[in-house]
């Protein structure tokens, strides 16, 4: 993975988080079939536990972001920090 900013396809980019969900739809499209060998299910069992860890992260870093923007100090202004990635 490439700093936290996403799943890494097989020639290094990240993938972004939509593209991620549409391939975690897939695996798990592919492992409900059932018409897998044991050890390719177990390969996409894998990236899939990779992918949702990966879209799981950055939701939380939106959540937060989101809750720092909406936050206002005692005068109502709102309250803007540096957000850490």
Do not use: H
Not at 70 to 79: I, N, R, T
Request: charged share 35%; proline share 2%; net charge negative.
């Amino acid at each position: 993975m490439s700093e936290g900013t996403g799943s890494v396809k097989s020639d290094g980019a990240a993938l972004s988080f939509e593209e991620s969900t549409r391939r975690l739809s897939a695996i798990v499209e592919q492992l409900e079939g059932g018409d897998l060998p044991l050890e390719r299910s177990l390969e996409l069992f894998e990236e899939g536990i990779r992918l949702a860890r990966t879209a799981q992260e950055r939701l939380d870093r939106a959540e937060r972001r989101v809750e720092e923007l909406l936050g206002v100090d005692a005068q109502g202004k709102p309250m803007v920090r540096d957000f850490e990635s």
